[in-house]
């Protein structure tokens, strides 16, 4: 059964720092693009950073670049996403996501989804 998990959400305070795992199982993320995708109450699902099956391409939402990297280790089957400065306005539900294609970092374009792990951002 495919199945992604995230880990390494939590509370912090503005300009504090957490880094978000996603783990694989019944499947290898190798062949995937990976993405990571957040819902704030009241809001629709967004892109916050994609990257290659590969790795060697990637993009970010701009009210993320400069703050948040994603990288992948394929040998341990994991794809992460360190937030640094972090503002009140990234609380939200962070998902993880695989596709099969590179394209677009949206929704639609990814397959197989995490359960999602909190991330609240406040003093």
């Known amino acids: 059964q495919l199945q992604l998990v995230e880990s390494g959400g939590g509370l912090v305070q503005p300009g504090g720092s957490l880094r978000l795992s996603c783990a694989a199982s019944g499947f290898t993320l190798d062949y995937y693009a990976i993405g990571w995708f957040r819902q704030a109450p009241g809001k629709e699902r967004e892109g916050v950073s994609c990257i290659s099956s590969s790795g060697g391409s990637t993009n970010y939402a701009d009210s993320v670049k400069g703050r948040f990297t994603i990288s992948r280790d394929n040998a341990k089957n994991t794809v992460y996403l360190q937030m640094n400065s972090l503002k009140p306005e990234d609380t939200a539900v962070y998902y993880c996501?695989?596709?099969?294609?590179?394209?677009?970092?949206?929704?639609?374009?990814?397959?197989?989804w995490g359960q999602g792990t909190q991330v609240t951002v406040s003093s």
């Open positions: 996501a695989a596709g099969r294609e590179f394209r677009l970092c949206v929704p639609y374009e990814y397959d197989y």
